[in-house]
């Protein structure tokens, strides 16, 4: 219960790292083992979801959550859009289903590259 409740009361995605932390402070004889059995438990059986970020390290929510990220080629910027908008777009794209997790990664110009580049002459 305690594995459970650390991540359902988290708004953010949590490594195993961070949840075995936060378990601790309630009962510091908690293992570590004890703690990631259950946080694969209760992905198994959906629960929670499970995903790995970018930089390669596991992550654990609670909720629905919707990841987007739009990275510009040229300048490396990133954007994303509000969690609203990724939650309509998931209706539209899915219909009546369910979905408790998405990540969607773009790559392309943003509007000020697109901007600069048309002002050059420079074709994409």
């Known amino acids: 219960m305690l594995v459970l409740r650390a991540v359902k009361l988290q708004s953010e995605p949590l490594t195993a790292e961070a949840v075995f932390r936060t378990v601790r402070k309630v009962d510091p004889g908690l293992g570590k083992a004890t703690v990631y059995r259950n946080l694969d438990l209760l992905?198994?059986?959906?629960?929670?979801?499970?995903?790995?970020?970018?930089?390669?390290?596991?992550?654990?929510?609670?909720?629905?959550?919707?990841?987007?990220?739009?990275?510009?080629?040229?300048?490396?910027?990133?954007?994303?859009?509000?969690?609203?908008?990724?939650?309509?777009?998931?209706?539209?794209?899915?219909?009546?289903?369910?979905?408790?997790?998405?990540r969607l990664t773009a790559q392309g110009l943003c509007g000020a590259c697109m901007r600069v580049l048309k002002r050059t002459k420079i074709r994409v």
């Not at 929510?61 to 990275?71: P, W, Y």
């Not at 910027?77 to 209706?91: A, D, F, I």
Request: charged content about 25%.
């Open 43 to 102: 992905t198994e059986r959906g629960t929670i979801t499970a995903y790995e970020g970018e930089d390669g390290v596991r992550r654990f929510v609670g909720s629905s959550l919707h990841v987007a990220t739009f990275r510009c080629q040229r300048c490396g910027r990133e954007h994303r859009p509000p969690s609203q908008t990724l939650q309509r777009v998931n209706r539209m794209m899915w219909g009546g289903q369910t979905v408790f997790f998405s």
